[in-house]
């Protein structure tokens, strides 16, 4: 299967500053999705992204499929960006996770 | 809108007894469903996927089984359950033939096997 790798694998961050997190993977795919796994375990959709860039209010991603990579940015974070942040790629009919950045915000 | 459901929500099960966990979608016709297994809050691992009734792939060898007796339904059972089943379980859904499009997953089941 194809190979999902994230940095940083932890990463904290005082309030209002900017990150980024990338995505590396190791075959070519059909698309790629970012989620952010809230303190509750849910999973949250934050872009459907087989290339290109998008932008929701702070959080952007862009992804070149031709280079194998996504990347996320997160501008003026909030405590409430804390969690986990997954991406996870698609071939076929399966989907392949990356293990995550966890991130903490600190007030 | 399409919604998906998971019960229960939280299990404690000792072991050696069975397991069914259920996932249910709606607002949705023919979705593929997922079965994914994560430990200790980070990776997770797909354990089954299914493009359509009675129709199911299995990613990991282990003392799970699915099942899908309805186009939005899709189970997750075990005869005997091992310590290490212990986990947080979530089901997702997508749409596509061929090539699925955006996966949306369930708020999960945590169960925990003494």
């Known amino acids: 299967g194809i190979q999902v790798e994230q940095s940083p694998p932890d990463l904290i961050l005082q309030e209002g500053a900017n990150s980024t997190l990338r995505c590396n993977f190791s075959d070519s795919v059909n698309n790629l999705q970012w989620f952010h796994q809230n303190p509750w375990g849910q999973l949250i959709n934050l872009f459907y992204i087989p290339s290109g860039t998008k932008q929701n209010g702070r959080l952007s991603a862009t992804t070149v499929a031709t280079e194998r990579y996504s990347l996320l940015y997160i501008s003026s974070s909030q405590t409430t960006d804390s969690g986990v942040y997954f991406c996870?790629?698609?071939?076929?009919?399966?989907?392949?996770f990356g293990t995550g950045t966890s991130l903490t915000v600190i007030p | 809108s399409q919604t998906i459901h998971q019960w229960p929500a939280t299990l404690v099960q000792p072991v050696g007894s069975p397991l069914s966990l259920e996932c249910t979608v709606e607002?949705?016709?023919?979705?593929?469903l997922y079965w994914y297994r994560q430990a200790a809050g980070r990776g997770l691992q797909l354990l089954f996927y299914?493009?359509?009734?009675?129709?199911i792939s299995s990613e990991v060898p282990q003392n799970l089984s699915a099942s899908r007796p309805q186009d939005r339904q899709f189970i997750l059972s075990s005869k005997k359950l091992l310590l290490s089943d212990s986990g947080f379980y979530l089901c997702?859904?997508?749409?596509?033939?061929?090539?699925?499009?955006?996966?949306?997953f369930g708020p999960g089941t945590r169960l925990t096997v003494t």
């Open positions: 996870a790629v698609n071939t076929g009919n399966q989907f392949y």
């Open positions: 299914s493009v359509g009734i009675g129709q």
């Open positions: 607002g949705t016709s023919n979705p593929n």
């Open positions: 997702a859904w997508s749409v596509g033939t061929g090539i699925p499009y955006e996966q949306y």
